[in-house]
């Protein structure tokens, strides 16, 4: 009979003296069927713990928790790696290095030397060699991550470049802020296709988006500045949705620098949309062109200056839409 002055030591917090009855499967000797049948049940998906059946959570009806996995994921890294503000670099990933820029150029040069009646090739030609007169953008991004590297901050405190994680101007981005020994941070998405990182993305500050409105949030969370080089659609949609944004208020302005004006007055004509009426003409100065990195730098830190806050402040609530 147990002693009742008898005070019992703690147990093991794992393990156990005597295992438990569904700790053990049942028997070949009990049932010879049920070894097989425990397997079946096992190697079922729907056994499987929620958050590690990915077909589960592939189903539609899943798709609030996927979208609150999407945002809390990057949210939580990107605090415990200490990043409190971004600058925001676009830009297009067709516009490469200069070196490669050029040898395209030679390539498609002899090749139209092979065949000078081809008009593919000649129209291939023409874009190639505006595309290397461009590639002076991917030297200035690269500047611009130096910059912005340099002052990345203490832990907590501490201001990345953030791209898109792509090549082009993204790459350019991350490669100079990486060069400035600073940690830099790609913002990926998801695709159809498989698609590479930038190899000069901090790799646990490389995220991969399964939705594009989690990604766009994520960009515009910390953001202290918009950089926009030259691109396409993926350019323009990030641009103009931060342009849609500070224009309502729903985010607090930031300033907004498009780099080569010469190609920005082609690809829209702000003050055509001014004389039309459709936008206000202070909704004109919520950006500005720059041309060297330089100047992109100088005037974020003028636009600080001015507005009478300091680039790296705490984000508040008003950064970025919830």
């Excluded at 990933?93 to 040898?103: C, F, M, N, S």
């Excluded at 994680?165 to 998405?189: C, F, K």
């Excluded at 641009?239 to 208020?249: A, D, G, N, Y």
Aim: aromatic share 8%; glycine share 8%; net charge negative.
């Amino acid at each position: 009979m147990p002693d009742p002055a008898r005070k019992p030591a703690p147990p093991h917090e794992t393990e156990r003296l005597v295992e438990l009855p569904e700790c053990t499967p049942k028997p070949g000797r009990e049932d010879r069927r049920a070894p097989d049948l425990v397997r079946r049940i096992m190697a079922e998906p729907n056994y499987r713990p929620a958050d590690e059946d990915i077909g589960f959570l592939n189903r539609d009806d899943m798709r609030s928790t996927r979208l609150q996995l999407d945002y809390q994921k990057a949210e939580t890294l990107l605090t415990e790696h200490g990043i409190a503000h971004s600058i925001v670099v676009f830009g297009g990933t067709r516009i490469g290095e200069p070196a490669r820029a050029e040898a395209q150029v030679c390539a498609l040069e002899a090749e139209q030397a092979r065949d000078p009646h081809c008009p593919d090739l000649a129209r291939r030609l023409a874009v190639a060699r505006r595309l290397r007169d461009k590639s002076k953008f991917y030297d200035i991004a690269r500047d611009f991550g130096r910059l912005v590297g340099s002052a990345e901050g203490q832990h907590g405190n501490r201001l990345a470049v953030v791209t898109g994680g792509g090549p082009g101007m993204m790459e350019a981005a991350n490669r100079g802020a990486r060069e400035a020994g600073a940690r830099t941070v790609g913002l990926n998405i998801t695709l159809p296709h498989e698609q590479f990182p930038n190899p000069y993305v901090t790799p646990e500050l490389c995220f991969r988006f399964r939705y594009f409105a989690l990604r766009k949030l994520h960009f515009l969370l910390r953001a202290r500045a918009l950089v926009v080089f030259p691109g396409g659609y993926g350019t323009l949609d990030e641009l103009f949705e931060t342009l849609t944004l500070i224009q309502t208020r729903k985010i607090r302005p930031v300033p907004v620098i498009l780099v080569g004006q010469s190609y920005w007055s082609r690809v829209f004509d702000v003050d055509f949309l001014v004389d039309e009426g459709v936008i206000d003409p202070e909704d004109r100065e919520l950006f500005w062109y720059a041309e060297t990195a330089q100047e992109i730098w100088d005037d974020i830190l003028a636009w600080y200056a001015k507005a009478g806050r300091p680039l790296t402040e705490p984000p508040d609530a008003g950064t970025a839409e919830p």
